[in-house]
């Protein structure tokens, strides 16, 4: 009798491991297979082929009408993923943030990267959003749109390639 009550109790509790490994596996969402994967890196969308040194999102930023409408290559650490499909991220470095979508909506990224380091090519640009736009990206990404009022200006890349580092 004691016998049977161990396996019970093995049987359940390795009942409850694989349910919640089984969970976890189902909330990350990934649409795209990455184009080439190492043990250091994924990148996703076109081939990585970009040389030099990354700019900074501070730098970017703060020289945007320098930059806007330009092909540039930044990096940064993503701060948010949209937790639908993974059809934008969030790209964070220090105080300054943008908003990273992909081209034609060719591809997507796992909605399990957040907290992960990026380097990204794409085209950056300044734009407005309205209200309703606004609080629409913030439901999609898992935030209180009621934060939001009025218009906002938001920083943003069209990305073409998006290396994430594991």
């Keep these: 009798m004691r016998c049977l009550l161990i396996l019970t109790i093995l049987f359940s509790f390795t009942s409850i491991c694989v349910a919640q490994q089984q969970s976890q596996e189902k909330e990350a969402i990934s649409l795209s297979d990455p184009v080439e994967s190492t043990e250091q890196y994924e990148i996703y969308g076109l081939d990585f082929e970009a040389s030099g040194t990354p700019l900074d999102l501070e730098n970017l930023i703060s020289k945007s009408d320098a930059y806007k409408d330009q092909q540039v290559v930044t990096r940064g650490q993503i701060k948010q993923v949209c937790q639908k499909k993974g059809c934008f991220f ?3 470095d220090g105080q300054h943030e943008a908003r ?8 997507f990224i796992p909605t399990n990267t957040a907290g992960k380091k990026v380097v990204l090519k794409g085209m950056f640009n300044v734009k407005k959003l309205s209200e309703e736009k606004a609080k629409h990206y913030a439901e999609d990404a898992g935030e209180d749109s009621k934060k939001i009022t009025g218009s906002q200006e938001e920083y943003s890349l069209v990305a073409t390639s998006v290396k994430i580092w594991k």
């Design 100 to 107: 990273i979508t992909f081209k034609n909506y060719s591809f």
């Design 90 to 92: 969030i790209l964070a």
